[in-house]
């Protein structure tokens, strides 16, 4: 494993949270009642703007409209998976990137058919989820409905793989995953105490940001998803290659949302507050979050 | 443009604020589930009392026992679409005005079209919605599925309009919706920088409270339509013609909504927090504001 | 009325609150989309692991990896009802504990049905309602579809029906309902100024923790039956009988509930906050709570 220079690639991060912020991209999210409102206001605080629309009636002609398309599978049901479908596939016509969350896979056998049709028939830009949903996609012969997942968080027994082998999992469901036109391949993010970020070949990056106290609230892997979709937004559409722009992109997300909870958890310690401040303080800070630069705890994994 | 003395119009509002504190009415809203629960929140911080119900087993039993209806078409669909309707239709029967917040119509055609069909099927006592939801409303030739909006927000070149071409478009919307079988028309408000309020005829209001914060967090449109369907449930029950004293309440609530907005957006840039913050402030402003005079920055606008 | 010494009972619940914080349980939930953000981290804040699953695809798959079931009846609709029956076979079937809230039964005939056929077909743990929610379902003649419940909230004047009275009406609910196949029967909660915990027979319990403030928030009743949930997940899981458990372990859930409440309210005036500053302070509170003893305001009525 080599390392690259730390410095030198948190100085890469720091333009794409300023792209975000100067293009103001409309997220279109099909995500879960539970944790909406927290998505929707991340998104505004980090600079871009939401739009939620479920109905068969609408779904792909919002996409149409969109800077990314965000499919969470939090509360899905057979309607709203049709709208999934319907809208994914109006942003594979038109290159908008998707972002897929697959909160729960593993859990029951319907979010497990349902991510792998989405990932079959659509190509996803990026997708991101715990250790446990991430191996139940990576391995449709574990996973499929044998309640791998502890209903959405991840088991303790996945968190014990190393960084290696769950880099190795990454990139082995990004491989199995369908290029866009352009040839650009999915990005996978397996968050946890150490993020990762991966494709099917290249450098694969490391963020050591974040908190334990990011477990203790509802919505923040959720979150996570929907601001890693803003940021697709502007790495769709910023010069270079897409599958490329992503994983610095992505990075950038993952770094902006980890600084941001190690500082709500601070805010949250000093009042004695709990998880419903410590939401509160998170999205504050990504209202307020204007640095990358100095606070950013990444690394790259060379093959 | 004359201009009325605006401390006089001013101390006009406080009596719909005391009716609302001391009437506590039900308010049945149909919205969506992104804001629901800060509207909620709100309609408790303001002394009314929510309820909420869309199943069509129930949505007109549910609006004959409240003082107001709320239809909100944020996250619409079929089957929701099918409930405002029955809920309407008992509303219609009972003389319970119904409040419209047309959410990103104009963005897709579904919500266009069933923002029409509720303003042509039913009386609909009072509409809001910002400056590209309404000229879509008022100019369907424009605004029918052409993405007029950027999704829910409003469009930087419709804000170019002045002052009184949008008093000119909300009398245009009032004038083509159908009247209740009291004669009364509808009123139309449209939110932003200045905020509006008119009916086909008679005077225009316009209300200079509020911040730009407001656009920084999701629900504060919902969460002021569901306001003001509070306060047209007091509107509807006091003496006098209801399409005036809707007018004269209406402007009540936008004035509270703005009052609340300063007062938030001061807190949290106290505080340094962002837009978590500045919903919690708001709420929590609503839940103690108890004058408008003095701080009510209002205006009649005379043709 | 005979009243064992409260400090005796009391320090029968701390027990219950490590139980709870030991097992860390998974309370599958089919609630409503108006608080189902703060039934989440409620849940999160007390211990449990909180997962929302309403298809019927899904249903009686999630509720089958749980340690407790909760039916949330707030915004039903038709697919919902079935899953909440799909749910409820699938914790019938495992002995799994089903918690329900029968949120504004005998506001419209449609909640007060479903909440009949659920209570018909199925073993239910544990009921929490206001007073006029246990009334319309001990009552059905009374509670069937007359608008008996004003929206959600309690009528003024079955507040009035003295301790004695609402203890008695619990145990007729608790006598109507079916036993589970171990023997055990109901416990119902009537939540209100003091708190009222029976079953058909035995010992009935009281808290008086809590204060006004719990009205001012939406969600305070589905936080609560939430959090009753995760108790009734440790409840059947422990040693000796089901009931009797539930019995104490439910006045362990009120009177946590009941603490938070008191020192949120006194954050809250504090601070000159309002009711979304409480429901913050609120859900702090339960995340930091460690003791009941000392604090919990309960005792005995022995019949």
Known sequence: MVKEDPKSLAGKL?????????????????????TVNDV??????????????DAEEEAAEMTAIAGALLIN?????????????????SADKRGIPIVLDPVGVGATRFRTSTAQALLREHHIALIRGNISEIKALASPSIGLGTGATKGVDAKESDLADGLQGRIQIARELARSTSKNSNGSGTVVVISGAQDV?????????????GCAAMQTVTGSGCMLSA???????????????????????GLAGLAAMG???????????QQEGGNAGFRNHLIDGMYRLERL?????VEVVLE
Not at 40 to 53: D, I, K, T, Y
Not at 229 to 238: E, I, Q
């Open 73 to 89: 599978l939090g509360t899905l049901n057979s309607r709203t998976v049709r709208s999934m479908h319907l809208a994914a596939a």
């Open 293 to 297: 630069e100095g606070t950013a705890k």
């Open 227 to 249: 601001l890693l979709a803003a940021y697709a937004a502007v790495a769709y559409t910023a010069d270079g290659n897409k599958e490329d722009n992503l994983r610095y992109a």
């Open 197 to 209: 970020v991966a494709g099917a070949n290249g450098p694969a990056f490391v963020c050591n940001n």
């Open 259 to 269: 600084i941001c909870g190690e500082r709500a958890n601070a805010l949250t310690e």
């Open 40 to 53: 929707a206001n991340l998104l505004l605080a980090c600079g871009a703007s939401p739009v939620m629309a």
């Open 14 to 34: 720091q333009p794409w949270l300023e792209r975000l912020r100067a293009g103001r991209p409309l997220v279109h999210c099909i995500t879960n009642y539970v």
